[in-house]
T-cell receptor, first 115, second 112 residues
Framework: NAGVTQTPKFQVLKTGQSMTLQCAQD?????MSWYRQDPGMGLRLIHY???????DQGEVPNGYNVSRSTTEDFPLRLLSAAPSQTSVYFC??????????????FGPGTRLTVT | AQSVAQPEDQVNVAEGNPLTVKCTYS??????LFWYVQYPNRGLQFLLK??????LVKGSYGFEAEFNKSQTSFHLKKPSALVSDSALYFC??????????FGTGTRLKVLA
């Protein structure tokens, strides 16, 4: 199992450019999430999905779009990059069950710089 | 609203000494609590979780955590610290739905 994979590892964008951060998992996990990590802020939830075709907003969704056409993939789109989106982005997945607290598996992260 | 607090930005401990990384939480209903570790330039790795039952939870790499309901705390502990334990540690709580709320992280530095 590769677990959760993310591409690219690093990216530099100019303000106003768009791009897609890729995330894939091979564990057949239904739940997937995107977080951003900023110094002193911990991890903040951007968007999440509870299955193919179902997505919802997290704590900081503005400026980001997601879709979930397959169980395996959960791409994150930056529509028009802004310097405030400079961050490290993590994708995570887990098995379902609102009644059971399953742990999340995290990808290695994408470090994004917007100039 | 659910929340998690990690009151220390950094904890320094000498190798071989016991370590504690603090976490307090606020959640309605039964708390589901987690500890994750992040090594430099890596994603987060699961260490341990509290669901119910014994207040002392054992996890990976010799870590354990003590759940204290009256103090709403879930402190991470290890009897004897290693230099290789130096990393960023996150406490998290599940809010009863699909979402996890993370603390701001505590950097642990183990000195040789």
């Amino acid at each position: 199992n590769a677990g959760v994979t993310q591409t690219p590892k690093f990216q530099v964008l100019k303000t106003g450019q768009s791009m897609t951060l890729q995330c894939a998992q091979d564990m057949n996990h239904e739940y997937m999430s995107w977080y951003r990590q900023d110094p002193g802020m911990g991890l903040r939830l951007i968007h999440y999905s509870v299955g193919a075709g179902i997505t919802d907003q997290g704590e900081v969704p503005n400026g980001y779009n997601v879709s979930r056409s397959t169980t395996e993939d959960f791409p994150l789109r930056l529509l028009s990059a802004a310097p405030s989106q400079t961050s490290v982005y993590f994708c995570a997945s887990r098995t379902p069950g609102t009644g059971a607290p399953y742990e999340q598996y995290f990808g290695p992260g994408t470090r994004l710089t917007v100039t | 609203a659910q929340s998690v607090a990690q009151p220390e930005d950094q904890v320094n401990v000498a190798e071989g000494n016991p370590l504690t990384v603090k976490c307090t939480y606020s959640v309605s209903g039964n708390p589901y609590l987690f500890w994750y570790v992040q090594y430099p330039n890596r994603g987060l790795q699961f260490l341990l979780k509290y669901i119910t039952g014994d207040n002392l939870v054992k996890g990976s790499y010799g870590f354990e955590a003590e759940f204290n309901k009256s103090q709403t705390s879930f402190h991470l502990k290890k009897p004897s610290a290693l230099v290789s334990d130096s990393a960023l540690y996150f406490c998290a709580v599940r809010d009863g739905t699909y979402k996890y709320i993370f603390g701001t992280g505590t950097r642990l530095k183990v000195l040789a």
